[in-house]
T-cell receptor, first 108, second 114 residues
Framework: KNEVEQSPQNLTAQEGEFITINCSYS?????LHWLQQHPGGGIVSLFM???GKKKHGRLIATINIQEKHSSLHITASHPRDSAVYIC??????????FGTGTRLQVFP | DVKVTQSSRYLVKRTGEKVFLECVQD?????MFWYRQDPGLGLRLIYF???????EKGDIPEGYSVSREKKERFSLILESASTNQTSMYLC?????????????FGEGSWLTVV
């Protein structure tokens, strides 16, 4: 079993829909990261969380440390949000453990 | 803006060739990482460096070596490329104590070994 599990693996949505991507982990962590990868490869950091909730524009990330679970929400989704979203955790070290990603496609 | 630059975006190499992948960051980060990304497997750590001349093996170091002679540059070396090293390679950097610091990635290098 992977130490970081994401669901769903693939997600399609219509423009404007509210989207949720989930991440569960099985190790103790000091931080959790949400990353975005567009076709072509480059990865951008969206959020780093150690507790609570963070918001940036239409993106919201939450974490529940006791339940070892995090969610990434996208409000009013847009085709430009189409990407792979990756959850990664710092297991009390500087190295990251990655989930395998959620591929999101938003159609107009 | 933090920049992590990978020198080659697309490479095609022959089996047995020596391959160098270069990565440069401009934010004076102590930590630098090399990952490979394969479908269904996610990102896997090859090597990690937390300081000049310091390196630590990741999860899949076999067939790879690294060099960090200057703080801003971290090179990944495939001594004798094999077809199973065909993959996308990503470099990343962060301040030390990344558990609490943003990690920055390069654009990726697509390597095909034929």
């Amino acid at each position: 079993k992977n130490e970081v599990e994401q669901s769903p693996q693939n997600l399609t949505a219509q423009e404007g829909e509210f989207i949720t991507i989930n991440c569960s982990y099985s190790v103790g962590i000091s931080a959790l990261h949400w990353l975005q990868q567009h076709p072509g490869g480059g990865i951008v950091s969206l959020f780093m969380l150690s507790s609570g909730k963070k918001k940036h524009g239409r993106l919201i990330a939450t974490i529940n440390i006791q339940e070892k679970h995090s969610s990434l929400h996208i409000t009013a989704s847009h085709p430009r949000d189409s990407a792979v979203y990756i959850c990664a955790v710092n297991p009390n070290t500087d190295k990251l453990i990655f989930g395998t990603g959620t591929r999101l496609q938003v159609f107009p | 803006d933090v920049k992590v630059t990978q020198s080659s975006r697309y490479l095609v190499k022959r089996t047995g060739e020596k391959v160098f992948l270069e990565c440069v960051q401009d934010m004076d980060h102590e930590n630098m990482f090399w990952y490979r990304q394969d479908p269904g497997l996610g990102l896997r750590l090859i090597y990690f460096s937390y300081d000049v001349k310091m390196k630590e093996k990741g999860d899949i170091p076999e067939g790879y070596s690294v060099s960090r002679e200057k703080k801003e540059r971290f090179s990944l070396i495939l001594e004798s490329a094999s077809t199973n090293q065909t993959s996308m390679y990503l470099c990343a950097s962060s301040l030390i104590g990344a558990a609490g610091n943003t990690i920055y990635f390069g654009e990726g290098s697509w390597l095909t070994v034929v």
